[in-house]
């Protein structure tokens, strides 16, 4: 080709270099031309980080469309002939910020900052592609975009406030066709959507050979039949539309990457009186565009509006944007298993496919018919697909079942196509069609029951029943360990065909049962945000965004992967183990080696100092960088391949043979390992007076146990490290860390470096949540270790599914407790178990904290608590958001919601009752303490506090306010009433009060050093804590501006080092901002001082503050100071909290809603309201993926993780949110002991999300009584769709028409 190829980014055209080949991506040609602001996470379009807007010639119409992308998945070369907008032509420091990114800082939408330019270019994506948009259109848009922090609300929020005109008026300033500023050129001719004349032919037809395969674009259909005829036989092809499926299905690599996008053939949609006619290429989007059309306008059509329904609910937005239907259908004809709702739905609409082969010869199909061809072996390409218009009497359903609202596979989706004489008993007209989706690899239709119904009436229940037994005999779904359990989906397919039948009958049923026929409803999300001000003392209190927003909403913020590459730098992949309980009888690295590019490979032969990367465990457990003899789990480092790019280090660890022996079966559960002993070590149990006593003196014992999941942390930014060796043989390192001393000292003790030798700096994380305190070393001691090896500068960045498997969360665990009550509801004695599943290894236990605070807020005389621990064959768990008090707390009310349940007593009343009282003492988490107390030396902590004395419990007065604000007696009436009058909804209402017992170990240094600059008085702040999103730098900056009198803007905070702030203790536990507020405050206050003193000395009365900096300095006064706070100076205390949830359960499917929580949070006088309200709600959020959707899922057999991608593991996204979300922060509540007054946010809601799982339990409680079950029942967690489809206990004899 002569022609160099370019695309059109932000209006310049970048050259596509060799180095691009058929399978490059756009995110990674945006990254390698220098435009950073665009993220990623996941590469498989499930996180939406890295969304920017393309405009896309449209070969059908000869317009262009506007839309959002996935750019992780954009096949590069695609690209050519598009114009792509990133987050760069948004908005700028420089040149000015665009509404959007305004308007999100504004409303305080960032924490970490990394989802953010996704979110961003989402909206911006919205406001090009729609002249006017609805605040529907907004949540919608989001349904692909993750965000581990805010809790969504702010987000949501800020982009419903955005309107066509702010966008227009944007314009003014910004061109819409470059993205640039302004220069008059297009004289106000080009408007939103519009691209330049030039961009609006299609590419010509290309063929390029890559190092990854040849890559054709056929712009004919002939074109294209040609290319596919003239391959040899055996020659492995793909045809490339949107390339989406291969984040689905990796079927590659192939020799011919054959993009059909600009084949006009395929574009086209045409609408003829009976039917309508989509083009293969046409994307689902457009598909659900013109559907939608065809329902409104088409007689024989108002079925379409069921395949919107479901085909809205497929995937996301930019996934629906790129990805075709014909793609989707061709994965489904290759994979029988997936459950494809475009498959399922063309069945049911009795669409029909027309096919050709290269001969140009064409086959209509029946999507059945479809199923048996092989289209790749007869190099058939789909052409077209048909709906036609449906009889009059056609009831035409639709239906997705899914883990989450948006973004999640289905674990059942159905279609039911039914021709009924509504005037004839509702008489089926003919044979139905009924269609499933997620049964198993051979099941699409239920033959049998559409039989059992022909011709039959459907008020008549024997027809029903018979139906449904129809249905119990044909599915037979499939077990898979990751999917929705094979007894929920037989259960779905029948409450599926139910709910269809009701919804047929309508008010022909009485109407308890009629609740049945809907799907649950989400209102608009809403939310309120509460909290008082002190004007005097601001900036300390003031509502403020944070101060990193702006530039974390137009991606000009700085993360460690975004550092320059460096002379000779080479990139590390790990070698991970794919045995989970084995030895190793060889690894050889020599193919590896062989890979051109690779440089080393880094095995334990090579460590110099200690295989071990921890310094601090429980009971001085090792944790080996490289294991040296057996493998413990599944995906555990073996060695570090490091090659010249990241390519070839995959090409490398991929040809690395490792065999193994004495394979044994892996131990992946608690309840698997309590068959064996308990491991040494154990904890000693928390004994406060004689359970036996408390127990003799009970009227009522109640005894049960819970087990909650394990959860992933999720931070966005995956695990980073980046080293290079120094001149003097030691190592500078980046590294993504909550503890930099840590790091350092992991990197010094495998390598055998001094620790002055190994210099470790962070500026700020992508998210962390506790992942990055210790486990972030697993990744820094490779690196620090192959850059002393190789002598180069080495990096590593995880891939997602290497940091889900290879990187431990959040501990699993086992809670059993027997209670014991007296008449007057009091707790006379509480004996509980809780064990910890700690992984391989004893490192990072969390159960002894659970057991110290697993009180609460609740009194008892008598409590026997015993934390324990079980060794897994999975990775090391560790600290995650709350570590053990989480935990203690939600055992706690689980236990108190059993024992209310025995005495039949209001759950709240009961609480009430066995509230503490002003003046109680209650335990400190012993965990935290030790972590926080540990010093260089390894020491065990020595007169540490366990208990803290509460002076005044305000959760009396905050259940009150709640019971108020909340009207929580009006509305438990309301759910009373509804429940009695709905048997396939119901409603559950929480009050979950709370104590959070904060600890701060006496010794826990964090050094900071603030420096005025004589010259300007600008003053810069290292504070010794990690800015992961939660607002330190903001709430730092706050107090220094605060005590040196000066405005915020004449502050800067600089990264943190293990030099400038020298053994500085992990960001964790949120005492980061405390800590580091209070040592600022009193470095600034010295500061002052000094300057104050020099002022009056020389009786300078007025003066500015850039004045008197200048006279302080010039008369031999230092002007900076190092803080570090001594013993016990920085407290612990009590955090009260409470939360009211209510939720409404769909019996049939186990989805539900979370309609409404209120939240009333104990921030003292809160440092940064702003701050902590977004602390407060990605807290409850967090807590609430994890009681709900978050599932961890092993392979039984080879013990790897299977919920290890974006398609298989399911935080909340935006839509789970409380769709009302009211959150209030206690006022006139000072702090006596806390910093400036206040209190911290990081951890305590997390906790208040229990109150979820009460409301759930409370809906399912409903449910069993009406299957006749009452009392209570073990809730485990996740409570996940299937699991509480399950315990509702809905038989099919239940499922009647009266
Ligand atoms: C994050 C994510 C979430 C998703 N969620 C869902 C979901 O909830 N439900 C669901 O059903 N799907 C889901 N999908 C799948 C998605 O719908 C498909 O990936 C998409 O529709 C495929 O279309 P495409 O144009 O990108 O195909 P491509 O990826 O380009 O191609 C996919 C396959 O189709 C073949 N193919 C393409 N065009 C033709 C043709 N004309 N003739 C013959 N073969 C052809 C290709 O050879 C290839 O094998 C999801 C995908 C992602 C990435
Ligand atoms: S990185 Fe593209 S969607 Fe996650
Ligand atoms: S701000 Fe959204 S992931 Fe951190």
């Keep these: 080709m002569s022609n160099p190829l370019t695309i059109t980014i932000n209006g310049s055209d970048y050259e596509v270099g060799s180095d691009v080949t058929a399978t490059s991506r756009l995110a990674n040609f945006l990254s390698a031309n220098q435009l950073l602001g665009t993220t990623t996470t996941c590469y498989e379009g499930g996180c939406g980080a890295c969304v920017v807007v393309a405009t896309v010639p449209d070969p059908d119409t000869g317009t262009n469309r506007t839309f959002t992308v996935n750019s992780c998945l954009v096949p590069t070369l695609a690209c050519v002939g598009w114009e792509i907008t990133t987050i760069e032509a948004l908005g700028n420091m420089y040149d000015g910020y665009h509404p959007i990114e305004m308007t999100l800082v504004k409303y305080s939408g960032t924490q970490c900052g990394w989802c953010t330019p996704g979110m961003v270019m989402s909206m911006h994506g919205l406001t090009q592609s729609k002249p006017n948009w609805t605040p529907q259109d907004v949540e ?122 600009n084949i006009g053939e395929l574009s086209n949609v045409t609408v003829a009186e009976d039917r309508v006619t989509f083009g293969a290429n046409v994307s689902i989007t457009r598909v659900i565009e013109e559907l939608n059309t065809a329902a409104a306008s088409l007689s024989g059509f108002s079925y379409a509006s069921q395949l919107v329904e479901l085909w809205n609910h497929l995937g996301n ?34 669409a029909v496919i027309t096919t050709a082969t290269p001969d140009g010869a064409t086959t209509d199909h029946s999507m059945e018919e479809l199923l048996a061809v092989d289209l790749v072996g007869e190099k058939r390409v789909i052409l077209s697909m048909s709906l036609r218009m449906l009889a009059d009497d056609v009831v035409f359903r639709t239906f997705k079942v899914m883990p989450r609202a948006t973004n999640a596979k289905a674990d059942v989706n159905a279609g039911f196509n039914i021709r009924v004489d509504t005037a004839n008993a509702y008489t089926v007209q003919g044979t139905p069609i009924i269609t499933f989706g997620g049964i198993n690899a051979s099941f699409v239709r239920a033959t049998a029951t559409e039989t059992a119904l022909a011709n039959q009436s459907l008020q008549d229940e024997n027809v029903l029943q018979g139906a449904l037994a129809a249905l119990a005999s044909e599915v037979a779904p499939d077990n898979q360990p990751a999917d929705a359990s094979p007894e929920y989906r037989l259960a779905l397919t029948q409450n599926l065909l139910y709910k269809t039948v009701l919804g047929i009958l309508g008010d022909n049923v009485s109407p308890p049962i009629s609740s ?58 790990f070698l991970t183990s794919t045995q989970a309980n084995a030895q190793i009888i060889s690894i050889d690295p020599t193919p590896a080696l062989a890979v051109p590019g690779v440089v080393d490979f880094i095995g334990v032969g090579d460590i110099t100092g200690v295989n071990n990367i921890n310094s601090m465990s429980w009971e001085n457990a090792i944790e080996p960088l490289f294991p040296e003899d057996r493998v413990s789990y599944y995906g555990q480092p073996l060695g570090l391949v490091v090659a010249k790019d990241r390519g070839s280090a995959i090409a490398g660890k991929n040809a690395i043979l490792v065999s193994y022996g004495d394979i044994q079966p892996p ?113 820094a001691a490779a690196v620090g270790l192959a850059a002393r090896k190789t002598r180069k500068p080495v990096r590593v960045q995880l891939d997602l599914h290497t940091n889900m498997t290879m990187i431990g969360g959040r501990e699993p665990y086992l809670c059993s407790y027997k209670v014991g009550v007296d008449d007057a509801g009091l707790l006379q004695a509480v004996q509980v178990t809780l064990i910890a599943d700690s992984g391989y290894a004893a490192i990072d236990i969390s159960s002894d904290s659970a057991a110290d605070t697993l009180p609460s807020c609740y009194s008892c005389a008598n409590w026997e608590i015993t934390p324990q621990f079980v060794l897994t064959n999975t990775a090391v768990t560790t600290w995650c ?28 009343e009961f609480r009430q009752k066995n509230l503490i009282q002003d003046g109680a003492n209650v335990r400190l988490g012993k965990q935290m303490v030790r972590l926080r107390h540990q010093l260089a030396g390894r020491q065990g902590p020595e007169n540490i506090p366990t208990e803290l004395h509460i002076p005044r419990n305000l959760i009396n007065n905050m259940i009150d306010q709640i019971l108020v604000t909340a009207d929580v007696e009006t509305r438990k009436a309301e759910i009373a009433t509804f429940n009695q009058n709905n048997l396939w909804k119901k409603k559950g209402l929480s009050v979950m009060p709370q104590l959070y017992p904060y600890a701060v170990s006496p010794v826990y240094p964090f050094a900071s050093l603030v420096s005025v600059n004589a010259a300007d008085g600008s003053v810069t702040i290292s504070h010794g804590g990690m800015e992961s999103g939660q607002g330190i730098n903001t709430k730092v900056a706050q107090i220094a501006a605060k005590e040196l009198g000066i405005p915020l803007t004449t502050i800067t905070i600089v990264p943190n080092d293990t030099h400038a702030n020298a053994n500085s203790k992990v960001t964790g536990g949120s005492v980061g901002s405390d800590i580091a507020g209070y040592n600022v405050g009193e470095a600034c206050k010295l500061i002052k001082a000094r300057i104050d003193a020099v002022k009056k000395e020389k009786g300078v009365k007025e003066a500015t503050w850039q004045e008197s900096v200048l006279l302080a300095f010039n008369n031999g006064v230092d002007i900076s100071q190092r803080f570090i706070n001594g013993p016990d100076e920085v407290k612990g205390y009590a955090i009260f909290g409470v939360s009211c949830t ?74 789970d949110i409380p769709a009302d979300l009211r959150v209030t922060i206690l006022q006139n509540a000072p702090n006596p002991i806390g910093i400036q007054s206040s209190k911290v946010t990081g951890e305590p809601p997390v906790c208040l999300s229990f109150s979820v799982a009460m409301a759930l339990r409370q809906a399912v409680a409903s449910a069993r009584q009406d299957a006749g079950t009452t009392g209570w029942f073990q809730m485990n967690a996740p409570l996940t769709t299937d699991y509480l489809q399950r315990l509702c206990l809905v038989d099919t004899s239940r499922l009647t028409l009266s």
């Design 140 to 261: 919608r848009q989001l349904d692909g975009s993750f965000c581990r922090c805010t809790g969504y609300r702010p987000i949501l929020e800020a982009f419903k406030t955005i309107t066509p005109q702010d966008i227009e008026e944007a314009g003014v300033k910004k061109c819409p066709s470059t993205g640039k500023a302004c220069k008059g050129c297009c004289s106000g001719k080009v408007k939103k959507g519009d691209v330049t004349e030039a961009k609006k032919t299609t590419s010509p037809t290309r063929q390029l050979s890559t190092k990854a395969g040849n890559w054709h674009q056929p712009s004919t259909l002939q074109e294209l039949f040609d290319i596919l005829s003239s391959l040899a036989d055996g020659t492995t092809y793909t045809l490339v539309s949107g390339n989406t499926g291969q984040a689905v299905y990796y079927d590659g690599p192939y020799s011919e990457y054959i993009y059909t996008r």
């Design 317 to 350: 937005t930019a996934v629906r944007n790129l990805g075709g239907w014909a793609g989707n259908v061709a994965m489904k004809v290759a994979h029988h298993e997936f459950p494809s709702e475009i498959f399922t739905g063309l069945l049911a609409a009795e």
């Design 516 to 573: 049945g026929a809907n799907n649950l409803e989400r209102p608009l999300s809403s939310g309120t945000q509460t909290f008082e001000t002190i004007p005097e003392n601001y900036p300390v209190g003031m509502p403020m965004h944070k101060l990193e927003a702006p530039i974390q909403c137009s991606g000009e913020i700085d993360y460690i992967h975004k550092h320059p590459s460096l002379p000779g730098e080479l990139y590390g992949v």
């Design 667 to 779: 131990v992946l559960t608690i309840e698997q390992a309590l068959q064996n002993p308990l491991p040494p070590g154990q904890f000693s149990p928390v004994i406060v007076g004689d359970v036996a006593a408390g127990f003799a003196a009970s009227t009522k014992i109640v005894e049960g146990s819970m087990f909650r999941g394990g959860q992933y942390h999720f931070h966005l930014e995956n695990q980073v490290t980046l080293a290079k060796p120094t001149d003097e043989g030691g190592l500078n390192v980046l590294s993504s860390s909550q503890w930099l001393s840590e790091t350092q000292r992991s990197i010094a003790q495998v390598t055998g470096l001094s620790h002055g030798d190994v210099h470790v700096s962070c500026k700020r994380m992508g998210g962390a949540f506790g992942a990055k305190i210790d486990r972030c070393n697993m990744v």
């Design 881 to 908: 958001r709350g570590p053990g008090v989480v935990e203690g707390i939600f055992f706690m009310e689980n236990l108190m919601d059993h024992v209310a349940t025995e005495l039949g007593m209001d759950p709240l």
């Design 1142 to 1215: 209510e939720v409404e359960l769909d019996v049939l499917t186990g989805q539900f809603v979370v309609t409404r929580a209120d939240i009333l949070e104990d921030a003292g006088n809160s440092l940064s309201p702003l701050v902590d309200i977004g602390q407060i709600e990605g807290g409850f959020i967090m807590g609430q993926g994890l009681l709900t959707s978050e599932r961890i899922v092993y392979d039984p057999t080879t013990g790897e993780k299977l919920t290890n991608s974006t398609w298989n593991y399911k935080p909340p996204f935006a839509m």
